[in-house]
């Protein structure tokens, strides 16, 4: 399998995606409700799932997709070539803000990351990776991440996990967020992720995402020596929903341990 070939056709799709983003920003949106109301979507999100469905069909017909909108294939397991897209991933931001919201796309090969893209539209940043080649945002390569430690951290963290919730015992991450330097909220998985592979955060905990929210985003912290796991220390579930904890060497093993007791919850 050409890797470097692939990704380059990836790339270049991304942005053209990016370009009909931004070309929609002052056209009137047409806005749905999924799963609750505020899980939306837009026909924006329906049409860019779609453009890139059709360009790797047309490319590549025997491999497969995995799309948030449902416009690919039914996917039950990780043979052969699977490509896992979202095509805006941070909808609401989008929809309320025109930013904080990304491409996310990722190729996996027998259920191995081989291609992670990540593409900030509003600020027009490309993050990619391909598997044992580094990470880059634009033409600059990251540098390998450092460990870390709690109390110089700052970690991205939705306020609701903090508040008494149905999927965490709210009181193991009071402490954290007591002891951390600082935390953030971005609304956007896969932006949380790169902000940890370029040093931004230094952490970023969720407690239910979908294979496409963080397909790209772990093979690009995987390539600079970062950690990707569920909160159980566990390795992501990339065909059903999953927490996920994404941190600097040293620090996700802490949080963990002595945070999150090791999956004892």
């Known amino acids: 399998m050409d890797w470097e070939y692939i ?13 009909k983003i931004r070309d929609s920003f002052t056209k009137t949106l047409n806005i749905q409700t999924k799963s609750n109301p505020n899980d939306l979507v837009t026909n924006i ?8 469905i059709d360009k790797i069909r047309k490319t590549f017909p025997n491999q497969r997709i995995l799309g948030e909108e449902g416009f690919g294939d039914e996917v039950s397991n990780l043979d052969g070539v699977v490509w896992i897209i979202d095509p805006i991933d941070g909808t609401m931001n989008f929809i309320h803000q025109q930013r904080n919201f990304a491409i996310s796309l990722g190729v996996y090969e027998n259920g191995i990351g081989k291609i992670g893209i990540i593409y900030d539209v509003a600020h027009g940043e490309l993050y990619h990776a391909i598997n044992g080649k580094g990470a880059f ?8 991440l450092s460990k870390g430690t709690v109390k110089e951290s700052i970690i991205a963290l939705n306020a609701t996990w903090v508040m008494e919730n149905h999927r965490i015992d709210h009181n193991l991450l009071i402490p954290l967020v007591r002891e951390a330097r600082g935390t953030r ?9 790169v902000f940890v592979a370029t040093g931004r955060v230094d952490a970023y905990i969720s407690m239910r995402l979908s294979p496409w929210d ?6 690009i912290i995987s390539e600079l020596g970062g950690v990707v796991t569920n909160l159980r220390g566990k390795k992501i579930d990339f065909l059903s929903k999953d927490s996920l904890l994404v941190a600097k060497p040293g620090l996700h093993q802490t949080i ?3 945070y999150l007791k090791e999956g004892k919850w």
């Open 45 to 52: 999100d329906q049409e860019i799932e779609q453009f890139f």
């Open 214 to 219: 963080v397909a790209a985003g772990a093979v």
């Open 256 to 258: 963990i341990k002595d």
């Open 7 to 19: 990704d380059l056709l990836a790339k270049q799709w991304v942005m053209e995606a990016g370009d």
């Open 185 to 193: 909220s971005y609304g956007t998985a896969a932006l949380e992720m």
């Open 137 to 144: 945002m634009n033409d600059t390569q990251l540098p390998p």
